[in-house]
């Protein structure tokens, strides 16, 4: 052996000789002693706390970081089929295999998730807790999951506002488009055709080139040359109802929330697909009322929507005289898709008799469920601590005649909002500010047959500790089977070009032309 190989391999054991005595023992050298370990008669601290509840079939791994206070961590990962997943660790940080979890979850659907923790503590002993245990469902969640993500800030337009694609059954997240393409402005209201087609609308808001709608159809991207802001597709693809609102900000200077916002002006229209013409109907555009937050019924007999008394006639002091006492009924309206003809209006909950204000009406893909916000007061649950969901059997109402509701067992003292529906009715994703002040983060949760809600999971991400230093909210969550067909550059082009889609929009007093400016001159904003 030369001298240069000498002295780097002896240097070479140096260094590790080093790096044993500061750090101990690689960590396939150690060995814990199960039978020796002392029993601490308590689950370890998770986080995030994927514990006592029912996962999807499919998800990606729920890695995790153990917060209790050692030296070494080892987690077993294990069901009653298959073999367990080991994990070491010096940081606590347990990232799950990938490969294996897919595996583990395969075999055990409708089974038992184990997770057994033991930590080493600075004495050189070991300790163990009570096994996490989770249930798998049977039932797998849909693949994707689109969203906004957005800096929380009191003027967003400044900052920046995406919708992203997220794969459920991995860590792969795409961005669709943000507001970087076009130097500010505001990117939202992104819906689906009922979860099983590619076909997305898409907002965008922006001064250079106004407001808009993308409609992605089987990869190709039109531009509809007006702003549709919360939007149904009906069952049948052919038709989308949406509304139109005048939305200013405000702020209070003493609320935990201080961002606020109402609806000076309000109506809903449709736009037919097949023929590129935007309708209404005076049943829900009238002026003396407020009408938004439309919902298809499964089968596109009824359209719910949220309608309130316009208790103001000036509509430019921003807030207006008795917004605060705005309170909005849950109502519905039938429809007749081929005669293209609506029926009279009919009050399904009346703010009356709750007390309270109805936003975010969402129906189950199978017809049977309904889950809305309640709030103190308005339309807008994501700035309203007060909001919490609420779930009502369609099919009992059938029955009975009487539409009674409850509250889900899965609300926190913050704002809960912008629900969605698997495919599947056995899931919903919601916005919480849970665990996380003024951020938001989507939730995932299992609805059973009863129509009972479990302990919801915060979507995993790779790094155990993401969410920990994550300084953006993640709102608007919507799922959907199948990929969105297009995104970045391709979305951007429709966004400079001329309108594809050229509609008559039916004049109201809250219909908002391109590039239009609020007051203070920013142009329309993005509310979380």
Known sequence: MNRRITVFVFGLVGVLAVVVLVYGLPINDIQVDEDS???????????????????????ASLNFMVQEEGTYYFVRVYCEKGK?????????????????????????????????????????TWIRYSTITNKIAKEEIDRYLVY???????????????????????????????????????????????????????????????????????????????????TTWHPSGKLAVYSINKLPMFYHTVRKEVQDTVDMESALAYYLAETKVVKTTPELSKKERLETWPMWSADGRYLYFCS????????????????????????????????????????????????????????????RWLIFCMIDYGFFPPWQQSSDLYIMDLRAAEETGRFEYRRLEINSGESEAWHSWSSNSRWIVFSSKRDYGGFTRSYISYIDENGRAYKPVIVPQKGPEFYASCIEAFNTPEFSTTPVGAAGEKLMRAVRGSADISVDVPITMA??????????????RAVE
């Not at 509509?315 to 207006?320: A, E, H, N, Y």
Request: a positive charge; proline letters at 5%.
């Open 37 to 59: 370990a002392s029993v601490i008669g308590r689950p370890a601290r998770i986080y995030p706390d994927y514990s006592s509840t029912i996962i999807p079939a499919n998800i």
């Open 84 to 124: 367990a997943i080991e994990i070491y660790s010096r940081s606590g940080d347990i990232v799950i295999p990938t490969r294996r979890w897919r595996k583990m979850l395969k075999m055990n659907r409708g089974g038992e998730l184990c997770f057994d923790i033991f930590v080493r503590t600075e004495t050189q």
């Open 148 to 230: 906004r993500r957005m800096h929380p800030t009191h003027y967003p337009i400044n900052g920046r506002v995406g919708i992203f694609q997220r794969n459920l059954e991995n860590f792969d997240e795409k961005l669709l488009l943000d507001n970087r393409y076009y130097m500010g402005g505001c990117v939202n209201c992104h819906t689906f055709s009922h979860n099983q087609r590619c076909d997305m609308l898409m907002g965008v808001r922006v001064a250079r080139y106004g407001a808009m709608t993308l409609l992605i159809e089987d990869g190709k991207v039109s531009k509809i040359e007006t702003k549709m802001g919360y």
């Open 308 to 367: 309130a008394e316009r208790l103001w006639m000036d509509d430019k002091k921003v807030p207006p005289d008795n917004y605060d006492k705005v309170k909005y009924d849950l109502v519905r309206i039938s429809y007749d898709i081929d005669r293209d003809d609506w029926g009279e209006v009919e009050t399904v909950i009346s703010s009356g008799d709750t007390g309270m204000s109805i936003a975010m009406p969402r129906l189950s893909p199978d017809g």
């Open 511 to 524: 219909t908002p032309k391109a590039g239009e400016k609020q007051q203070g001159g920013q142009t329309w």
